[in-house]
Each structure stands twice: as structure tokens, then as C-alpha cells.
């Protein structure tokens, strides 16, 4: 391939509108261009990348017994009602008219369309397990599309289900998958972790997420120094502090603070408590009593009480005289809990419900009632593991895959059975597997850039070597060579780009350090009449000389070695 082929849009500026390293760099390298918001063209040599992770991703699920198949993206409203979701999967979803005034709705996720067709074919225990995936462009109206093809509102997606006669059958199932998509980003170049996750509005009662390890990762992962526990920090658990909780020694007295002192800010040395709010669907007020220092879990809270919704202080101020800023266990005209290290202190400080006014020395049961105690915060760096070995540091990741046990809450919904051995009916025991095929060439910059720009892993290269020749144009050795290479190369399989634009060599070898081709050949009338050429690796930055005829097994050489 030619450059003058491939229509190579690089841009010099940096695109004001993209705070990430990989969307800044996909603008730049002209991988991607935005048509309307989180909407998106794929030019070709991003193209080139999505089609290898797809690539990729579609012979491990091959591997691993999928059959690929394609549902359409756009799909009838009545699926969505028989399951169930058509209004509980809310504003993301993006509903569409058809001109007889038929409601439909563009695919945001499969497991309507797949249950609808699994209840019409399949019959017998006899057929059992499937499994099938597809890769497709997806549609989610997400509310804040963001960080180009990360967050995007159309985007590409693996997904997969299965089909079992038990839930032993579909743990194994679960687990085939899983041990492919540890083999999907390993062979991808990518440093992934699996963790723990919350199932989320798919539903379902199991799951894992899958995360490529990165400082610009939108989620945080909990990972035990031992390496035996992993959950995302929405599901990881704190342990409840050991012993019994010290005796009440301070008597409770109420002291006025000089100075106003911001939320937030500590108050006092010592123990403090805060209090934050959290509501109902219907509006009713929750408080929660966290120790300063310590930050509300909304997941966990939103087991606990089944909801968790945020409450701002104008919402607070319009109902209660109390400021909402200042909040503490006394005089609550709400219901509180406590989280477990919060029940746990003794003669702690709190909010006197105004911002100069502070209790110090309060007790639990003493003071104000006693609070029903439940894990509620996020965990720390350094925090005990909750596997009991080690402890949890946390780090970023983004989340590129995510696998769920969905047990039978579908095919009960959809009515989708299957005649056991004993001829009764059952039904089908369900798993789903997404990967962003997508997402993951975003997340793959992330995971690899430096200053001059992306440093593609081998297997995910848009082409695995770049030829350079300086001067083509006016001579004809060169250029001769340059072409002589590229055959042999292409005949070997190497993926190889060709830059016949008649640039100066900076503006070119920044152009191609930008679009991060693993290895670039320079082919130059000064090596040449000393019968040399020049190798480069683009990670490292470092150059090798070598003999005109080696230069080809050089590369085939690296490209073999490195994927
Ligand atoms: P997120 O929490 O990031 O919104 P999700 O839990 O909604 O993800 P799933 O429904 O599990 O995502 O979809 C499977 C995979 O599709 C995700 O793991 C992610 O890699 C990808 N994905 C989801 N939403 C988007 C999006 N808006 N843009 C690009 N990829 C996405
Ligand atoms: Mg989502």
C-alpha cells in the first residue's frame, strides 16, 4: 500500500476539543474524524487497526466454539416489552419510528434479538450448549459521548450468548469465555485484568469485567499485591474493623468554630464523621455516616437501600432548616446508616448542622441511636485484602470487555425453552460476553504512546513496516530500491505502507512517529552508495545500518518475533 492510496489526513495542530492522549492522537494520526456527537467515520488506516482487533477477537471465539452469526441493528419495540426493557432501559436507548408508525429501536445490546431466536429453534437438550457471537456496530445514546471512539454513541461491539441445560453447563461455558479473552489481549499486546464486577442494568447475577490497565481509565480497579483478588472498586469489600468498638470516654459537648470551615475541610483533629444524602426515586432522604477521609460506595449503597440516587444541598436546604453541609448524626430528620468504620469510632467529632458549629466527643447509642452498620465506602489504596491476604492497591483501568452469568431471567421473560432428558420443559440457562471492539483501539494508545506518538503493539499495527524513501522522486536508484523492497516484503506477508509523498524527511518521519509504525525502513542515495540501508525501531527510536539485501529479513525477522 501507498500512502498516495490510503489517503493519509495527519494534522499538525492538536485538536482542541480531545483531552485524552488516544483521542488526540486518532485526530491526528487521521484515524477518525467525528461527523456528530460520539458519531464517527473510520478512515482507512484506522480501519485497518478495528479490523485486526476484530480479527483477533474473532478467532479466539472461534477457538473457543462461538459460531458467528449477524442480527440487525435495528430491532422491534415488542422484543424489548416482552423483556421488559423498553422503557427500563431508558433515555440511552435510541427509538425509531418506521413510516406504518411501528416502534423500533436501534441495537444498543443483543439479548432480545438472540432469546427471540433461540425460543424458535432451539428444542432439545440434544442441541445444548451454543453458543453464538457477532460483531456489530452498536447504538447507545449515552449522555455525555466522550474521549472520541471510548465513549462513543455508535460504536462496535463483540457480542456473544450461550445457551445451557444447567447452570453447571453454563459455568463452563462462562469460563471458556473468560479464558478466551485473556488470550484475546494477550495476543492483542495489551496488559488486561479481569475483576470482579457489578452486573449492572444487563442484569444477571455474575460477572467479570475486563480492563486495559491505564492512568486515563474511567474506572478503578482494586488488585490485592498477592494478585489473588481483583474487583472493580464498586464491588470491592472492606473488611469491618476488628474488636470491639473503644469505650465512651469524652462527654459530648457542642464548640463554635472561629472561622467558617468549607465542606469537607477537617473541622478538628481526631475521629470525624460526615454524613452524606442520598434518595429515593420517590424523594425520600437517606443519610449515611462515613468517617472523614472516606468516600461513599453508591453501588453499595444502592444495595443496601435499594436506592442511591445523589441529593444536591438546594434540594437538602428546600425541605430542612439544617445545612445540608453540615450535617452530622444529631437532630437528623432523616434515617441514617453507618458505614462499618464509622460505627466503629468512639467520642468522634460531627457537624452541628451549621457551619460553625461542631459536636465533639460523640458517641453512638449515647448520644444519637445506634446505626445499623453496613459496608458503604469505597476501598483505599492500602486497605486489608477482602480475600484476606495482602493488601489493595488501586489503579485505572478501561473497561474493554465485560461477561455475565445471566442465569434464566431472559428466557423466563421471553419464554424461551427446551425439552430436558426427562421431556419436561425448561428454561434455557443464558450467558452474555461483550468486548468494545472499538474502545479497544482507543485503549490500546492509551496503553501506548509516547511524546511523537502512538507506539502500535506489533499485532495491532496498521501495517507492520513503513518504507521511506528520501528522494524518490529525483532518483531513480532509490526509488527502484524502495518499490524492490516493498514487493518482497508484501510477498512475505508484511503489511507494508510505502510513503511516495514528496515530503522533506522531518515533516515525514513525523508524520510517520505520529501514525506509529512499529518499523520504518529509510531508503536514501547516502546509504545507498555504501550499499546500506536504514532499519528503525519506532519504540525505541534507535536506527541500525544494514546491507541493502538484509534489510528484508530484518523485518520479517521482528514482525515474527514481536507478534
Ligand atoms: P460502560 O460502563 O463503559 O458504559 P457498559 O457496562 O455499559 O460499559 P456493556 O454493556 O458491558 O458496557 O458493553 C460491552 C462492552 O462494550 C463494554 O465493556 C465496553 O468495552 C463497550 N462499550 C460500552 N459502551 C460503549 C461506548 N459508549 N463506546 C464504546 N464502547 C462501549
Ligand atoms: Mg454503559
Redesign the pocket.
Known amino acids: 500500500m501507498r500512502t498516495s492510496t490510503l489517503g493519509l489526513f495527519t494534522l499538525k495542530e492538536t485538536p482542541a476539543e480531545a483531552e485524552l492522549a488516544s483521542h488526540r492522537l486518532m485526530l491526528r494520526a487521521g484515524m477518525i474524524r467525528p461527523v456528530a456527537a460520539g458519531i464517527y467515520t473510520w478512515l482507512p488506516l484506522g480501519l485497518r487497526v478495528l479490523r485486526r482487533v476484530e480479527q483477533a477477537v474473532r478467532e479466539e471465539m472461534n477457538r473457543a466454539g462461538a459460531a458467528e452469526l449477524l442480527m440487525p441493528a435495528i430491532q422491534p419495540a415488542e422484543l424489548w416489552q416482552e423483556s421488559n426493557r423498553w422503557t427500563k432501559y431508558g433515555p440511552e436507548l435510541l427509538r425509531l419510528t418506521d413510516r406504518h408508525g411501528r416502534l423500533f429501536c436501534f441495537g444498543p445490546?443483543h439479548e432480545e434479538v438472540i432469546t427471540d431466536l433461540a425460543r424458535r429453534e432451539i428444542r432439545s437438550y440434544r442441541e445444548l450448549p451454543l453458543t453464538f457471537y457477532q460483531i456489530q456496530t452498536k447504538f447507545?445514546d449515552?449522555i455525555r459521548p466522550r474521549f472520541g471512539?471510548?465513549?462513543?454513541?455508535e460504536?462496535v461491539?463483540k457480542d456473544a450468548y450461550s445457551f445451557h441445560v444447567s447452570e453447571a453447563s453454563l459455568r463452563e461455558g462462562y469460563d471458556r469465555m473468560r479464558d478466551a479473552y485473556h488470550r484475546v489481549f494477550q495476543r492483542l499486546g495489551l496488559e488486561a485484568r479481569a475483576v470482579a464486577a457489578d452486573s449492572?442494568a444487563?442484569g444477571g447475577r455474575y460477572s467479570h469485567?475486563f480492563h486495559v490497565l491505564a492512568e486515563a481509565g474511567e474506572d478503578r480497579l482494586a488488585l490485592s499485591d498477592t494478585g489473588s483478588y481483583a474487583a472493580n472498586v464498586e464491588l470491592a469489600e472492606t473488611r469491618p474493623p476488628e474488636g470491639s468498638r473503644a469505650p465512651a470516654r469524652r462527654p459530648l459537648e457542642k464548640v463554635r468554630i472561629g472561622s467558617p470551615v468549607p465542606p469537607g475541610g477537617s473541622p478538628a483533629g481526631g475521629a470525624h464523621i460526615r454524613i452524606e444524602l442520598v434518595k429515593s426515586p420517590s424523594g425520600d432522604f437517606h443519610a449515611i455516616a462515613l468517617c472523614a477521609g472516606h468516600e461513599l460506595n453508591p453501588v453499595k449503597a444502592a444495595h443496601v437501600l435499594g436506592y442511591a440516587e445523589p441529593v444536591s444541598p438546594a434540594e437538602w436546604n428546600g425541605r430542612y432548616p439544617q445545612d445540608a453541609a453540615h450535617l452530622g448524626p444529631l437532630d437528623l430528620p432523616c434515617p441514617l446508616v453507618a458505614d462499618h468504620a464509622a460505627a466503629h469510632l468512639a467520642d468522634f467529632s460531627a457537624w452541628a448542622n451549621a457551619p460553625d458549629q461542631l459536636w465533639q466527643g460523640v458517641n453512638w447509642g449515647r448520644d444519637c441511636p445506634e446505626p445499623p452498620a453496613h459496608d458503604l465506602r469505597l476501598v483505599t489504596n492500602g486497605d486489608p485484602s477482602p480475600d484476606g491476604v495482602g493488601r489493595l492497591r488501586l489503579v485505572r483501568g478501561i473497561?474493554?470487555?465485560?461477561i455475565f452469568q445471566l442465569g434464566t431471567e431472559y428466557s423466563e421473560r421471553l419464554h424461551a425453552y427446551f425439552q430436558d432428558e426427562s421431556g419436561s420443559e425448561k428454561p434455557l440457562w443464558m450467558g452474555c460476553y461483550?468486548?468494545?471492539v472499538?474502545?479497544i483501539v482507543a485503549a490500546a494508545i492509551e496503553q501506548h504512546h509516547d511524546e511523537w506518538g502512538i507506539l502500535w503493539p506489533m499485532p495491532l499495527a496498521p501495517f507492520d513496516v513503513v518504507i521511506a524513501p528520501i528522494g524518490g522522486k529525483t532518483s531513480p536508484r532509490v526509488w527502484e530500491t524502495a518499490c524492490a523492497l516493498e514487493t518482497e516484503l508484501e510477498s512475505q506477508g508484511c503489511q507494508t505502507l510505502l510513503d511516495d509523498r514528496d515530503l522533506r524527511p522531518g515533516s515525514m518521519f513525523a508524520d510517520l512517529d505520529l501514525i506509529g509504525i512499529p518499523q520504518r525502513i529509510v531508503v536514501s542515495e547516502r546509504g545507498l552508495a555504501e550499499n546500506q540501508i536504514e532499519w528503525r525501531d519506532r519504540k525505541s527510536r534507535t536506527t541500525r545500518p544494514l546491507p541493502r539485501e538484509r534489510a528484508g529479513a530484518m523485518v520479517l525477522d521482528r514482525m515474527r518475533t514481536s507478534s
Open positions: 445490546t447507545r449515552e471512539v471510548m465513549r462513543a454513541r460504536f461491539m449492572g444487563i469485567e473497561e474493554v470487555g465485560h461483550g468486548i468494545g472499538s474502545r
